[in-house]
């Protein structure tokens, strides 16, 4: 992000320790990811250390600080899909690309990550790949799709 996108992020802020969760957030949202630089900024605005962040950030699972792949693969994982299979899938993900979630591709081309519930139970077990959410997943057929992602 370049230093005018920062600031506009910061105008809507008054600078006190409150705003640093909301802060992170729009940050995530922009970039997917909360950089060094971002963290380095976000405490020089908020006058508190980059250690402090890193404490309150990193408490909060949703935060990330490394960037994503080019393309994200997320398996459901909640209740709904597990019972019906979503754990299989994440194993086939895992296996097919050597990574385990949370994890991407060394290339960098594929991140993998798990959804507590992706809002659509009842067609489970679901995965999302990118934006789009594929229903009813068989391992055969994700290992086809993945293949075509190759
Ligand atoms: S549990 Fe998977 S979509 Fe709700």
Redesign the pocket.
Same mark, same amino acid.
């Given at each position: 992000m370049k230093s005018h996108e920062y600031d506009k992020i910061f105008s809507k802020f008054t600078g006190v320790e409150g705003d640093l969760i909301p802060l992170l957030i729009q940050i995530q949202e922009r970039d997917g990811y909360i950089s060094p630089e971002a963290i380095r900024r976000v405490a020089r605005f908020l006058k508190i250390s980059e250690n402090q962040i890193y404490g309150v950030a990193t408490f909060y699972p949703k935060f990330r600080f490394e960037e994503p792949g080019k393309k994200t693969i997320k398996v /459901?994982?909640?209740? =709904? /899909?597990?019972v019906r299979g @979503?754990k299989f899938l994440a194993e086939a993900v895992g296996w097919h690309f050597g990574i385990s979630i949370g994890q991407k591709t060394p290339d960098n081309r594929l991140d993998f990550q798990r =959804?507590? +519930? #992706? @809002? +659509? +139970?009842t #067609? @489970?077990?679901?995965v999302q790949i990118d934006e789009k959410i594929h229903p009813r997943m068989m391992v055969t057929q994700l290992m086809q799709m993945l293949r075509e992602h190759e």
């Open positions: /459901c994982m909640g209740t =709904a /899909c597990h @979503g =959804a507590t +519930c #992706l @809002g +659509c +139970c #067609l @489970g077990p679901v």
